[in-house]
T-cell receptor, first 110, second 115 residues
Framework: QKEVEQNSGPLSVPEGAIASLNCTYSDRGSQSFFWYRQYSGKSPELIMSIYSNGDKEDGRFTAQLNKASQYVSLLIRDSQPSDSATYLCAVKTLDYKLSFGAGTTVTVRA | DTEVTQTPKHLVMGMTNKKSLKCEQHMGHRAMYWYKQKAKKPPELMFVYSYEKLSINESVPSRFSPECPNSSLLNLHLHALQPEDSALYLC??????????????FGPGTRLLVL
């Protein structure tokens, strides 16, 4: 079983819609969770970090964490063409390494 | 300021060449990382330096040799690489290494092509 799994893409949403990205992790002791955005040919850019159960909002982005279900999600509200990118879920494992999911590619249709 | 810089942006080298990648941060971070990323794959950890000491080597071939001259600089020396080593090489830094709630910030990467 992979340490971090993301819902398979690609995900195509119309402009203005909500994009929903999901991520599950296997290490029950993990405490830190991150979402990175990566544009094609560029490096990963941190969007959100979340450490506690519940929701965390930052602008149009909302991260949700449920440690009991070992589940992290990212919602992008009012999606814009500039949101088109690959989104990487990353979980810090108990040995302090950052374990990445395979990524979900999002395309926002104008 | 969460800027990590990397040079060069692009590098083409032959299998017999020796080259170096450079990474710099001025955020006072004490942990620095090298990752390798192949196309359409997530980043893979190569090395971790904490307080200028090598803490993690993820069984990377010896043709990759990291060096941390000081707390702001991280180098990756390349020698006798293979075409399959062509990838985006990412440097990252964080305040500390062995803390859970630490965010890693990535540099822009060096795109390496080995001919």
């Amino acid at each position: 079983q992979k340490e971090v799994e993301q819902n398979s893409g690609p995900l195509s949403v119309p402009e203005g819609a909500i994009a929903s990205l999901n991520c599950t992790y296997s290490d029950r002791g993990s405490q830190s969770f991150f979402w990175y955005r990566q544009y094609s040919g560029k490096s990963p850019e941190l969007i959100m970090s979340i450490y506690s159960n519940g929701d965390k909002e930052d602008g149009r982005f909302t991260a949700q964490l449920n440690k009991a279900s070992q589940y992290v999600s990212l919602l992008i509200r009012d999606s814009q063409p500039s949101d088109s990118a690959t989104y990487l879920c990353a979980v810090k494992t108990l040995d302090y390494k950052l374990s990445f999911g395979a990524g979900t590619t999002v395309t926002v249709r104008a | 300021d969460t800027e990590v810089t990397q040079t060069p942006k692009h590098l083409v080298m032959g299998m017999t060449n020796k080259k170096s990648l450079k990474c710099e941060q001025h955020m006072g971070h004490r942990a620095m990382y090298w990752y390798k990323q192949k196309a359409k794959k997530p980043p893979e950890l190569m090395f971790v330096y904490s307080y200028e000491k090598l803490s993690i080597n993820e069984s990377v071939p010896s043709r990759f040799s990291p060096e941390c001259p000081n707390s702001s600089l991280l180098n990756l020396h390349l020698h006798a690489l293979q075409p399959e080593d062509s990838a985006l090489y990412l440097c990252a830094s964080s305040q500390e290494w062995r803390l859970q709630k630490e965010t890693q910030y990535f540099g822009p990467g060096t795109r390496l092509l080995v001919l």
